[in-house]
């Protein structure tokens, strides 16, 4: 009997091993100069959202731009730091790292080798300080400005004057995107209501479309008619909640969901109001580009409404839900918040 | 405090209790049988998944179902040889599914769809259907509670079941096949968890995401404790579970007097702190089958 459970136990084990070491070895390919790694975060790169953006932002440097790329996807929080420790002992040219909760790893893997370049997506890393280290790129955005336009496209849409928000992890940079979404809103009607909710406090809050639904369910229940979500796959979620209303008469929707960070206008069609995008991906490109042409330079590389980091998504899926008088007018506020006339409140800023 | 309680917040219990339903109801059965079942967390997952890439695939929300269902049985399958063949530690085993069922999804996903975090969404057109507003895996998991309490204090079946958890010996001694029963409630567990997976992934939502059972199989499990391991108890524990959980959202937006809302923490912890004052206080002394957890070994 022991020895049978000993040779189940030695047969399960070397079937992990095996399912865990399929996949390329780094060292496969010698034919270009510049080597990329990056690292997701935990929604994986096809999120539809923030992961799949980065994705195909490097997909493009790594077309155009002729370097090698290598995408880990980490099954879980502590998966990052080996992946990203792997990459630099291969010595790797470039390596980013998506989303804020790699920032605190990253700054330790930067600091044991400062000769390799990072980028982080989301996160801002400084030493004690608040100097940013040489040989990382802090790629932000300014996702209240973007989301100040959604705001007030939303406002002009709705029809109950009740709007919903939303958000994934309870966090600051989320809250960004609310007070830019409700400063928008009150722009074009001071009464509006926003009703917000997050889906969590862990990083589970990005995989529970289930709970994005329920959240977007219930605030559709108390009157809102326009949903933005920041919350990666749960936000998924709110998308089926808008679906399920159907098209009224006029053959519109009747409720609307607003996407994030992707351009995600395609997910349900005339369901899908706008989308806040950030793009992720030209962010990530740029500094592939950088790194590939040896002016690479650390620090803090903003992206807000002026260098087209953050914008609203127009495309033939929801062109006709939006009257061109509301563009003008948004376009209007963009011109303002980008020459400084409008200040958007930054829920991030101390 | 009206705007908190509403007929919205009934269907949100409904729909937060199903799978927890599936999952308790499926726990019933193998630990009945004497197999603590800590993995139904992963056994929803694995019906979670196999539901979401069938169902993708073939546009047919019950094969998908169904698929799920067989899924969750083999999956089950591998965790009863390894508790009753090998005797292997239950928890760690179960443990060890639950781990398993975090990898495995990814790397197939991983595979077919390029994309270890989530699989394609589905057309609402494919999605398991509503009645009155109501899934039809919720009409099945309330329908499901009769019946396994007919099955398991009425029938034969359920005797012997019973009899193997609680004094496998003695069961043996009369004639009961110990470790036959034990494989069957263990793959009963892993039919229903399966279900309860699938209603996730194509009843309530529209895809598979990484862990997206996020810890409702413990909760279940809890559930199962709570209801002293009998069917209507269970049924009532898990709209109690479901119940906490959709309270969170109405109270997460809520305003207060002073305009302010009531910080988001305090109220994502009502679920689990109404769980440890109901298992800690109101129940009362909650028995387990006798021989749970113990493995069955004849004496020669």
């Keep these: 009997m022991k020895n049978r459970s000993f040779l189940f136990i030695i047969v399960l084990l070397s079937a992990v091993l095996l399912l865990s070491s399929c996949g390329d070895p780094i060292e496969a390919r010698t034919d270009?100069?510049?080597?990329?790694?990056?690292?997701?975060?935990?929604?994986?790169?096809?999120?539809?959202?923030?992961?799949?953006?980065a994705w195909e932002g490097v997909q493009r440097a790594e077309k155009e731009l002729n370097v090698c790329l290598y995408d880990v996807e980490p099954g879980n929080p502590t998966s990052i730091e080996p992946a990203m420790r792997a990459f630099a002992e291969k010595n790797f040219d470039l390596i980013i790292g998506v989303g804020f909760a790699?920032?605190?790893?990253?700054?330790r893997v930067a600091r044991d080798y400062p000769n390799i370049k990072f980028a982080i997506v989301d996160g801002v890393i400084t030493d004690k300080d608040g100097k940013p280290f040489p040989n990382v790129a802090s790629l932000v955005f300014?996702?209240?400005?973007?989301?100040?336009?959604?705001?007030?496209?939303?406002?002009?849409?709705?029809?109950?004057?009740?709007?919903?928000?939303?958000?994934?992890?309870?966090?600051?940079?989320?809250?960004?995107?609310?007070?830019?979404?409700?400063?928008?809103?009150?722009?074009?009607?001071?009464?509006?209501?926003?009703v917000d909710n997050y889906v969590g406090v862990t990083d589970h809050a990005w995989n529970d479309p289930g709970k994005g639904k329920e959240l977007a369910l219930s605030q559709i229940e108390k009157g809102a008619d326009v949903i933005f979500t920041a919350a990666g796959?749960?936000?998924?979620?709110?998308?089926?909640?808008?679906?399920?209303?159907?098209?009224?008469?006029?053959?519109?929707?009747?409720?609307?969901?607003?996407?994030?960070?992707?351009?995600?206008?395609?997910?349900?069609?005339?369901?899908?109001?706008?989308?806040?995008v950030k793009r992720v991906d030209?962010?990530?490109?740029?500094?592939?580009?950088?790194?590939?042409?040896?002016?690479?330079?650390?620090?803090?590389?903003?992206?807000?409404?002026?260098?087209?980091?953050?914008?609203y998504a127009v495309d033939e899926n929801n062109r006709a839900l939006i009257p061109e008088d509301v563009i003008k007018k948004v376009e209007d506020a963009k011109s303002k918040i980008v020459a400084g006339e409008i200040k958007v409140t930054d829920a991030m800023a101390k | 405090m009206g705007e908190i309680f509403t007929f919205a917040l009934i269907f949100s219990t409904i729909r937060f209790a199903t799978p927890l339903i599936f999952a308790a109801l499926g726990g019933m059965f193998s630990e009945r049988s004497g197999v603590i079942n800590i993995a139904l967390e992963g056994l929803m997952l694995a019906g979670a998944f196999t539901a979401a890439v069938v169902t993708y695939e073939t546009s047919n929300p019950f094969?998908?179902?169904?698929?799920?269902?067989?899924?969750?049985?083999?999956?089950?399958?591998?965790?009863?040889?390894?508790?009753?063949?090998?005797?292997?530690?239950?928890?760690?085993?179960?443990?060890?599914?639950?781990?398993?069922?975090?990898?495995?999804?990814?790397?197939?996903?991983?595979?077919?769809?390029?994309?270890?975090?989530?699989?394609?969404?589905?057309?609402?057109?494919?999605?398991?259907?509503?009645?009155?507003?109501?899934?039809?895996?919720?009409?099945?998991?309330?329908?499901?509670?009769?019946?396994?309490?007919?099955?398991?204090?009425?029938?034969?079946?359920?005797l012997r079941l019973r009899a193997t958890g609680e004094n496998p010996a003695a069961a043996d001694a009369a004639g009961v096949k110990v470790l036959r029963m034990r494989y069957s409630g263990v793959i009963i567990s892993g039919l229903l968890a399966a279900a309860g997976g699938a209603y996730l992934s194509?009843?309530?939502?529209?895809?598979?995401?990484?862990g997206m059972t996020a810890g409702r199989g413990f909760i279940a499990l809890a559930a199962l404790i709570l209801a002293k391991w009998k069917p209507v108890p269970v049924m009532l524990a898990c709209l109690f579970f479901g119940f906490t959980e959709a309270l969170v959202i109405p109270l997460s937006s809520y305003k207060l007097a002073s305009g302010e809302n009531i910080p988001v923490q305090f109220i994502q912890i009502i679920p689990y702190v109404l769980t440890i004052i109901v298992l800690a206080g109101f129940i009362g002394l909650s028995r387990a089958p006798k021989a749970l957890?113990?493995?069955y070994i004849k004496e020669k």
């Excluded at chain 1, 270009?32 to 953006?53: E, H, L, P, Q, Y």
């Excluded at chain 2, 269902?69 to 399958?77: K, S, V, Y």
Aim: proline share 3%.
């Design chain 2, 293 to 295: 957890g113990i493995p």
């Design chain 1, 32 to 53: 270009c100069k510049t080597k990329v790694g990056i690292v997701f975060d935990i929604g994986g790169k096809n999120d539809r959202s923030f992961n799949a953006a």
């Design chain 1, 233 to 276: 796959n749960s936000g998924l979620g709110a998308f089926d909640a808008v679906e399920k209303f159907g098209k009224g008469e006029n053959g519109e929707a009747r409720k609307f969901v607003i996407g994030v960070d992707s351009n995600q206008n395609m997910v349900k069609p005339g369901f899908v109001l706008t989308s806040m």
């Design chain 2, 202 to 210: 194509i009843g309530q939502s529209s895809l598979f995401t990484k």
């Design chain 1, 102 to 107: 790699q920032g605190p790893i990253m700054e």
């Design chain 1, 142 to 194: 300014r996702e209240h400005e973007g989301s100040y336009l959604v705001g007030m496209i939303a406002a002009e849409k709705s029809k109950t004057g009740v709007l919903g928000f939303v958000g994934g992890m309870d966090i600051p940079l989320i809250h960004r995107f609310k007070t830019g979404y409700e400063e928008g809103a009150r722009s074009i009607n001071p009464n509006i209501k926003v």
């Design chain 1, 282 to 311: 030209n962010a990530v490109y740029n500094v592939v580009e950088e790194v590939r042409n040896n002016n690479f330079q650390g620090g803090f590389h903003v992206f807000g409404l002026d260098k087209d980091g953050v914008a």
């Design chain 2, 63 to 158: 094969l998908g179902f169904g698929s799920a269902i067989i899924a969750g049985g083999l999956l089950a399958a591998v965790f009863a040889v390894a508790c009753i063949e090998f005797n292997a530690d239950q928890v760690v085993a179960g443990f060890g599914i639950n781990i398993l069922m975090l990898g495995v999804p990814a790397i197939i996903s991983a595979a077919v769809y390029d994309s270890a975090g989530s699989t394609q969404q589905i057309d609402k057109a494919y999605q398991l259907p509503s009645y009155f507003d109501i899934s039809f895996a919720s009409f099945l998991a309330f329908a499901l509670v009769p019946i396994c309490w007919y099955i398991l204090f009425k029938t034969p079946y359920g």
